[in-house]
């Protein structure tokens, strides 16, 4: 083990010292004098370095700099580092860009800040700076953008002060090689320590907002990746974290048996760790695996406890979750495959920091788009809630399933929103009522009652539901959701004449149709306590609606109806959108127990014929307003992320598929007005 190094990438040694000739003979080589394998080695290099991330503004050209980033003393801006003359480095030699990698001084002698982690640079092999170098001159589109001021407080803004910073905290040592480890754990410390610069975000920062230690080595080295809060995240303790091959998959694909990445970690995976090798990405999580734990001992996970009902329905913080968060990650906080993580023993939601767990909230939240995971999904923002609504609903998180996080308050809500620079909850044009405030009516638990016929049909009356469909499947979040087929103000409406029916109906009348239809089941008894119940839910959601009014969000939104639906286009935006929950053949999504997490769009285990869903327009205008589902991130679950077209054709095509007759399709419509839709 004496004579051990550090493994580069094939090819790095072969080149090096004819770049190194070059280099010497001229300063920037010409491109043609450079092997290509060394403008790859370099390409790789600035993707273990994440440089991408930082030197590209959103929607701006590659490494041409501009990203704003704020830091507790001021704004600052990255640089352009393509290789133009007048605004880039492309007068950079290699000495001045050793330099400014190793030192944080620039080519003109002024210090950078330490927003770039030059202390971590440091550490890098000659041959990989030398390569980065030499991509970055030749491998890069030379692009003309003047770098935009900073704006940072004084004294902060007197550079001359970082000299001193320098002198104090930057360490210019080279990775030094632990003989007596493995040439893979060597690899991975000098990944994590020198060009993946892990410290930047995971190492707590002292007063001067240095990084408390550069490496695991040393009196301060317990530190070392041990966690911080920074940029309003929480950057996570990675001293053995997890098993070397969950750690491998979450660096490849931002997803693991624990969870899903978020925040400023998806980028890290979006740009760099999913481009890793496969042998950089074994060494780095070898090396992470046998960091000792900081601070105290992981406790074992806790065995997954079911929410009690109690906990769930009676208490505002759990009416909350089931509103609000329950159709993603379920009412048992599993969560949906690789799909919509769990929250059920989710190290970030319990941890002792809550900072990501709400930023995450008020923000939204989408995964990393890799190359093993090409699809993204997201999480709406709910800043539109309150603080103390917020609050609620993290607390209910933290602490159920097993879960041993601590209770928050809305205090520390405000203080996250502030820090991200959120806006405070504001009223919607849509009036979304809450489920928490059922608890306030003299009528509490027949209201609740009558919300959970709605969204847990099924389950509640297994005897009147003939498929795997519940009212929540077409009526979102238990009729809440504009443009979600909202329960908002319909009660107002009735009784009203139906077309479909040819004469007035009342309520119950047309909550007994979508039994019949929908779920292709059997009408409930007027007078029994789950239809009182439901009655009571609607007339609670009809407020102060009136006959008339004009409800916003109502139905399920508009679609271009002189389209004509081809279904060829709909089976392929099918299998792009809709297969990922609803199945290849429509059969939706179950738990490995075989219960329902998305429900099926056809066979016998689907709404029949009579449905408004089964209608090609209709579904289309549901479609359109609400699906692809968890693919952005407004608020609540409406994405219109379809255009009209997409959203005929596809439900053109699953609206028709094999399903159900509907027994007494020969009385609807008797007096004339069949949609040019119907199914019969």
């Known amino acids: 083990m004496k004579n051990q190094t550090v493994r580069r990438p094939t090819g790095a040694f072969r080149t090096a010292f004819f770049l190194l000739l070059a280099l ?6 010409a491109a043609d004098a450079i092997p290509a394998e060394t403008l790859k080695h370099g390409e790789y290099v600035a993707r273990l370095g994440d440089c991408v991330a930082c030197h590209t503004r959103p929607g701006g050209k590659p490494m041409a700099g501009g990203l704003e980033m ?3 003393f001021g704004v600052l801006h990255s640089t352009n580092i393509t290789p133009d003359a007048r605004t880039g480095i492309g007068n950079y030699s290699f000495e001045q860009f050793d330099r400014a990698m190793r030192e944080g001084i620039s080519a003109s002698g002024h210090n950078l800040y330490p927003a770039m982690p030059y202390p971590s640079y440091a550490k890098m092999a000659r041959d990989d700076m030398r390569a980065l170098y030499a991509y970055l001159q030749h491998g890069v589109a030379p692009v003309e953008q003047a770098n935009r001021p900073n704006d940072m407080q004084w004294p902060f803004s007197m550079r001359w002060g970082l000299s001193l910073w320098n002198a104090v905290f930057l360490d210019g040592k080279a990775f030094k090689v632990d003989t007596g480890r493995s040439a893979q754990w060597n690899r991975g410390a000098y990944i994590a320590q020198g060009p993946g610069h892990c410290g930047a975000c995971h190492t707590p920062r002292g007063i001067a ?16 990746l041990s966690g911080f809060t920074v940029d309003g995240w929480h950057a996570v303790n990675l001293r053995d974290l997890w098993t070397v091959p969950e750690t491998v998959r979450f660096l490849k694909t931002g997803r693991n048996s624990h969870g899903i990445a978020s ?6 995976i979006a740009h760099s760790t999913q481009h890793f090798t496969d042998g950089d990405l074994a060494a780095l999580a070898e090396y992470l695996k046998s960091l000792p734990a900081a601070g105290p001992a992981r406790p074992a996970p806790a065995a997954p406890v079911l929410a009690s009902a109690e906990e769930l329905y009676k208490t505002r913080g759990g009416l909350g979750y089931v509103q609000f968060c329950s159709t993603c990650h379920r009412r048992d906080g599993r969560g949906v495959g690789d799909v919509f993580p769990p929250l059920a023993q989710n190290g970030s939601v319990q941890a002792a920091d809550p900072t990501s767990v709400i930023h995450i909230v008020l923000s939204g939240w989408q995964s990393a788009v890799t190359r093993h995971s090409p ?3 997201g999480m709406p923002d709910y800043s539109r809630l309150s603080d103390a609504e917020i609050a609620e609903i993290v607390t209910f998180v933290r602490t159920k399933w097993g879960n041993r996080g601590l209770p928050i308050n809305a205090g520390q809500v405000a203080k996250v929103r502030k820090e991200i620079g959120g806006t405070p909850a504001t009223p919607a044009d849509f009036p979304t009522p809450r489920f928490a405030a059922l ?7 027949q209201l609740v009652l009558g919300m959970r016929l709605m969204t847990e049909t099924k389950a509640l009356l297994p005897g009147h539901v003939g498929n795997e469909l519940n009212c929540g499947s077409c009526h979102l979040n238990g009729g809440t959701v504009a443009k979600g087929s909202p329960f908002v103000g319909v009660a107002a409406f009735f009784p009203s004449e139906a077309p479909r029916a040819g004469r007035v109906i009342d309520l119950e009348e047309r909550i007994n149709g979508c039994f019949k239809r929908s779920m292709n089941g059997k009408p409930l008894p007027k007078t029994s306590a789950e239809m009182k119940a439901m009655v009571a839910y609607m007339d609670w959601m009809k407020g102060s609606t009136k006959a008339g009014d004009t409800v916003p969000g109502r139905g399920t939104g508009k679609i271009d109806r002189t389209l004509v639906p081809n279904p060829d286009n709909g089976r ?10 609803h199945g290849k053949d429509g059969e939706g999504v179950r738990h490995a127990d075989g219960s329902y997490v998305f429900p099926p769009l056809w066979s016998d285990k689907s709404f029949n014929i009579g449905a408004g869903m089964a209608r090609t327009y209709t579904a289309a205008a549901f479609v359109k307003s609400n699906m692809a589902m968890g693919h952005g991130q407004r608020f609540p679950l409406g994405q219109a992320s379809l255009a009209d077209q997409d959203a005929v054709d596809v439900a053109e095509y699953f609206s028709h598929m094999p399903r159900p007759d509907f027994p007494e399709k020969m009385n609807d419509w008797p007096k004339g007005g069949k949609p040019k839709d119907a199914r019969y």
């Open 209 to 224: 907002f240095q990084e408390k230690t550069m490496s695991h080595e040393g009196s301060a080295g317990s530190a070392f």
């Open 375 to 377: 699809r993204a999904f």
């Open 24 to 29: 010497a003979a001229g300063g920037a080589a």
């Open 572 to 581: 392929r935006v099918y299998a792009e959108q809709c297969e990922v929950c």
């Open 263 to 268: 925040g400023t970690m998806t980028e890290v």
């Open 70 to 72: 704020k830091t507790p």
């Open 439 to 445: 608890l306030g009516e003299k009528n509490a638990e």
